[in-house]
T-cell receptor, first 114, second 109 residues
Framework: EAQVTQNPRYLITVTGKKLTVTCSQNMNHEYMSWYRQDPGLGLRQIYYSMNVEVTDKGDVPEGYKVSRKEKRNFPLILESPSPNQTSLYFC?????????????FGPGTRLTVL | AQSVAQPEDQVNVAEGNPLTVKCTYSVSGNPYLFWYVQYPNRGLQFLLKYITGDNLVKGSYGFEAEFNKSQTSFHLKKPSALVSDSALYFCAVTDKLIFGTGTRLQVFP
């Protein structure tokens, strides 16, 4: 089954404790991205990747890191989480970034930073 | 700057009645327009998109959307709402997906 998976689905952590949210897709997609969803703000893009070893900042990259060492994986890293990073996070992937390629989303990761 | 607006935080409709969820956009060049739906505790699911061609786009679950270039709108519609359509709906523009703030659709029995 074609899908985007994220782990963990739920995470409660404390300020400053490094964490990684994994994202994996099995569709051989080149384009992957991370979004955060906050009430009243919709979804905002954090980082995106056009292909292996090619990443770029989205609209809200501060406090986050990403890597793309393999085509299928695109982990989101919070080196020193803070309470304002409490949010619902989504990973997405698509074939590419042209002609309106459809992005497919993972199930989400709800992160709480205390 | 490219942006999208969903002017209604919530839309309430009775089951069986037609529904409309509004979206207006501001982009330079040709717009790529999308609608996604989010059910409770689920990720976003793709409903439909407009790239070019026919202004009326048909999508999943009986939804359709009409692209109106002069009004820069891309409203989501369904002729007969179901209770199961109750969810959060997002309009998005461009291939990098700039999202609106979302509209909660509530369909009452």
């Amino acid at each position: 089954e074609a899908q985007v998976t994220q782990n963990p689905r739920y995470l409660i952590t404390v300020t400053g404790k490094k964490l990684t949210v994994t994202c994996s897709q099995n569709m051989n997609h080149e384009y992957m991205s991370w979004y955060r969803q906050d009430p009243g703000l919709g979804l905002r893009q954090i980082y995106y990747s056009m292909n292996v070893e090619v990443t770029d900042k989205g609209d809200v990259p501060e406090g986050y890191k990403v890597s793309r060492k393999e085509k299928r994986n695109f982990p989101l890293i919070l080196e020193s989480p803070s309470p304002n990073q409490t949010s619902l996070y989504f990973c997405a992937s698509s074939l590419g970034l042209s002609l309106g390629d459809t992005q497919y989303f993972g199930p989400g990761t709800r992160l709480t930073v205390l | 700057a490219q942006s999208v607006a969903q002017p209604e935080d919530q839309v309430n409709v009775a089951e069986g009645n037609p529904l409309t969820v509004k979206c207006t956009y501001s982009v330079s060049g040709n717009p790529y327009l999308f609608w996604y739906v989010q059910y409770p505790n689920r990720g976003l699911q793709f409903l439909l998109k407009y790239i070019t061609g026919d202004n009326l786009v048909k999508g999943s679950y009986g939804f359709e959307a009409e692209f109106n270039k002069s009004q820069t709108s891309f409203h989501l519609k369904k002729p007969s709402a179901l209770v199961s359509d109750s969810a959060l709906y997002f309009c998005a523009v461009t291939d990098k997906l700039i999202f609106g703030t979302g509209t909660r659709l509530q369909v009452f029995p």
